[in-house]
């Protein structure tokens, strides 16, 4: 069965720290991963990543997958109170005649000022 | 540019009902949506897969006759619950995806509250 989990489920931290999110899977016919950040409503895309080891980077947030260890990070630095979210991750996956999305548990971040 | 349109936000009724929600692609077309339920701090489970013209493919453990899923065209795919219970009620969100290997674009996502 496909699946994907993250860590930790929750991460508090003060403004200015850095943090690491992880995201592992183990789906079949994997073609790539996505980040997304959710505040209140729908999330917002961060990243998609599909090659291993190639940095994808946006300001503070970078992100990189690694296909051998079946897992991807994403990184922030100098945290914010406005980074506070749930951090999900995804890894699209081709079924038969389409594909979908396979989501993880999410990583409920909180930056406190 | 990647808009995806839903509504309504949200909706309150009465057990038996049967609600539809709407999910627009407005500046692309999409040749596959898809439709999430998420409840309170859980993470987004994919219920189906809908390609315009197609009948849906749902998730294992989801009702297909209690979630009908309609994708008339390639920006417009609409969830009707049906006869809609208590344990029915949730978050539903929908995505739209331009085609493989690129990010879906989800809508803003529905609060369905069943009395």
């Known amino acids: 069965e496909d699946k994907v989990v993250q860590s930790p489920l929750s991460l508090v931290v003060h403004e200015g720290d850095t943090v690491t999110l992880n995201c592992s899977y183990e789906?079949?016919?994997?073609?790539?991963l996505l980040w997304y950040k959710q505040e209140k409503k729908a999330p917002t895309f961060l990243f998609m990543l599909t090659s291993s080891g190639i940095e994808k980077k946006s300001g503070r947030l970078s992100s990189i997958l690694d296909k051998k260890e079946l897992s991807s990070i994403l990184n922030i630095t100098a945290t914010q109170t406005g980074d506070s979210a749930i951090y999900l991750c995804a890894v699209e996956a081709a079924t038969s005649g389409t594909y979908k999305y396979i989501f993880g548990t999410g990583t409920r971040l909180k930056v406190l000022a | 540019g990647a808009v995806v349109s839903q509504h309504p936000s949200w909706v309150i009724c009465k057990s038996g009902t049967s609600v539809k929600i709407e999910c627009r692609s407005l500046d692309f077309q999409a040749t596959t949506m898809f439709w999430y339920r998420q409840f309170p701090k859980q993470s987004l489970m994919l219920m189906a897969t809908s390609n315009e013209g197609s009948k849906a493919t749902y998730e294992q453990g989801v009702e297909k006759d209690k979630f009908l899923i309609n994708h008339a065209s390639l920006t417009l795919s609409t969830l009707t619950v049906t006869s809609a219970h208590p344990e029915d009620s949730s978050f539903y969100i929908c995505a739209a995806g331009p085609q493989p290997g690129q990010p879906q674009h989800f809508g803003d996502g529905t609060r369905l509250s069943i009395l």
């Open positions: 789906v079949t016919n994997f073609r790539s």
